[in-house]
C-alpha cells in the first residue's frame, strides 16, 4: 500500500516502524516528519492541518491510506475533508473527536453511554470552581477543557495552586472539576470502524517529569507493556481488556455512533483501577504516546492490515490482534527545564552506540539534521527521543534501555530512572 502518516513526533515514528516490520513492503510517505522519521519513510511538503492540502495529496499520488497521528488535525476536522473525498482514512472526524478535544463532551457521552467514570463538575468562573472544590473535596484534580497537549491537568491538595491551574484556562473556556480516583492508571488502545472495536495489549505510562512521580505532569515519561499484574485483580490481562471492551469501548461506539458522529479509528482510554471498579479518567482520539512505543513493537498482527479494516468499516473480518511473549518499556529522554521551559537546538551525540545494544530501537519525537558537514542532529522539543527496548521479562528490558540511554549525549537533558522499576520486581 501506499500510506501517508501525517505527524512529526515518536507515536508516528513508531507507526511507521511498525508499518516498515511488515513483510509487505509499503511506501510510507510522512509529513511533515522529524530527522529520525525520514529513515524510514519519505518526508513530503503537505501541511497535516490542512483538510484540503491533505486531499489533493493523496488525491494526486494514489495514497491508499492516510493515517492521522496527532490530535489538532483530528480536532480541525482534517479526516472529514479526506474521508469526503473517498479515500480511506484511519482518524475520526471533527465531531468524534470531541471524545478528545472537550472533556465535558467526553463526560456527557460517558453520561449517556453509562460508562463508569468519576463524577464531574463545569466551571466557567472562578466562583464556579470554588463551588466545585467544596462539593467535589480535596485532593483538587483540574482539567482544561480543550486540547493542552498532556499539560492541562493538575492534581494537588494545594487549593490555592488548584484555583490558579484553574484561573490560567477560564480565559479560554469552562474548565472541569473532576472527583479524585485513586488506584494504578492502565492506557488501553480500541481500534474502531464506527460498528467493531478490536484491543490492543494494555500499557502504563509515566506522566510526572521525575522519579518517584515527582514534579509536573508531562506528555509521558516512559511506558511499559504488557501489565502482568492485571491478573491479581482480573485473574488474567485477557479478562481485564473483555471487561473494558464491554463496559468502556462499545457503549461509547455504540453512543457516538446513534447520535450520528460514527468514531473510525483509535479510541484510547485512560482508566484507573479505583476499590470500586474500573474507571475512566479521559478518553483521546489517537495512539497515545509514549505508550504506542511498548504496544506496537509487541504487536504480531500486520498493523497496516487493522488500520486499513478500520478505516473501510471492515474490522469484523479481522481476528483478535495477536501480540508476543515480549515485554517492551520506552524511557524518554528530554531536554533540559522540559516540560516547562525546555531548552531546544543543542546537538545529541551516540544515537549510534545507544541503537547498538541488542534488543534497543531508538524512536525520534523532536529531532531535526542541521545542514552541518558532521551531520549531527539536534533537539527542536522538549521529548526528544524514547529508547525502546524488548526482552524475555522486565528486568532484561530495563537493562537494556538504561544501558542504550547512557550513551546518548545530549547537553542538559535528563529522563526519569524508575520505568518500569516495580514490575521488574
Known amino acids: ?70 490530535e489538532a488535525p483530528l480536532v480541525a476536522g482534517v479526516a472529514d475533508v479526506v474521508r469526503g ?98 488506584g494504578p492508571e492502565v492506557s488501553l488502545f480500541f481500534l474502531s470502524d464506527g460498528d467493531t472495536v478490536r484491543a490492543l495489549s494494555p500499557a502504563q505510562d509515566f506522566k510526572r517529569a521525575f522519579d518517584g512521580d515527582e514534579g509536573p505532569n508531562t506528555g509521558g515519561m516512559g511506558a511499559y507493556s504488557p501489565l502482568p499484574w492485571l491478573a491479581e485483580q482480573f485473574g488474567s490481562e485477557a479478562a481485564f481488556v473483555d471487561e473494558v471492551t464491554r463496559t468502556v469501548a462499545m457503549p461509547v461506539v455504540k453512543q457516538l455512533d ?15 483501577l479505583t476499590p470500586a471498579g474500573v474507571r475512566v479518567i479521559e478518553f483521546n482520539a489517537r495512539f497515545g504516546d509514549p505508550e504506542t512505543q511498548v504496544v506496537l513493537p509487541r504487536l504480531r498482527t500486520p498493523l497496516s492490515r487493522l488500520l486499513l479494516a478500520a478505516a473501510t468499516g471492515t474490522l469484523e473480518d479481522q481476528p483478535q490482534p495477536v501480540f508476543t511473549d515480549d515485554v517492551a518499556i520506552t524511557v524518554v529522554l528530554a531536554s533540559e527545564g522540559y516540560p516547562e521551559a525546555p531548552q531546544t537546538g543543542r546537538p545529541i551525540g551516540g544515537l549510534a552506540e545507544a541503537a547498538a545494544v541488542e534488543g534497543v530501537g531508538i524512536v525520534h519525537a523532536a529531532t531535526a539534521a542541521p545542514d552541518a558537514p558532521e551531520g549531527d542532529l539536534i533537539a527542536t522539543g522538549g521529548r526528544v527521543l524514547n529508547v525502546v527496548a524488548t526482552g524475555s521479562d522486565f528486568a532484561d528490558a530495563r537493562a ?26
Do not use: W
Request: proline share 5%; net charge negative.
Open 1 to 70: 500500500m501506499k500510506i501517508l502518516v501525517l505527524g512529526s513526533g515518536a507515536r508516528e515514528h513508531a507507526i511507521i516502524l511498525a508499518l516498515r516490520a511488515e513483510q509487505e513492503r509499503h511506501e510510507i510517505l510522512c509529513a511533515p516528519g522529524n530527522a529520525g522519521i525520514a529513515r524510514h519513510a519519505t518526508l513530503v511538503e503537505v501541511d497535516p492541518m490542512n483538510g484540503s492540502a491533505v486531499r489533493a495529496f493523496a488525491d494526486e499520488h494514489g495514497v491508499d491510506l492516510v493515517v492521522i497521528g496527532p
Open 85 to 182: 473525498h473517498g479515500i480511506p482514512v484511519f482518524g475520526p472526524g471533527r465531531a468524534a473527536a470531541q471524545l478528545e478535544g472537550s472533556k465535558a463532551f467526553a463526560k456527557r457521552i460517558m453520561e449517556a453511554a453509562s460508562v463508569p467514570t468519576g463524577r464531574a463538575m463545569r466551571a466557567s468562573s472562578a466562583a464556579e470552581v470554588d463551588a466545585a472544590f467544596d462539593a467535589l473535596g480535596a485532593p483538587y484534580v483540574v482539567k482544561a477543557d480543550g486540547l493542552a497537549a498532556g499539560k492541562g491537568v493538575i492534581v494537588t491538595d494545594d487549593r490555592a495552586a488548584a484555583l490558579a491551574h484553574a484561573e490560567h484556562y477560564l480565559p479560554h473556556g469552562p474548565v472541569l472539576i473532576e472527583e479524585f480516583l485513586t
Open 258 to 272: 446513534a447520535e450520528g458522529t460514527p468514531f473510525i479509528g483509535l479510541l484510547y482510554a485512560g482508566l484507573i
Open 400 to 425: 537494556r534501555a538504561y544501558e542504550a540511554i547512557g550513551r546518548i549525549r545530549l547537553d542538559g537533558a535528563h529522563h526519569r530512572t524508575d520505568i518500569a522499576a516495580r514490575v521488574a520486581e
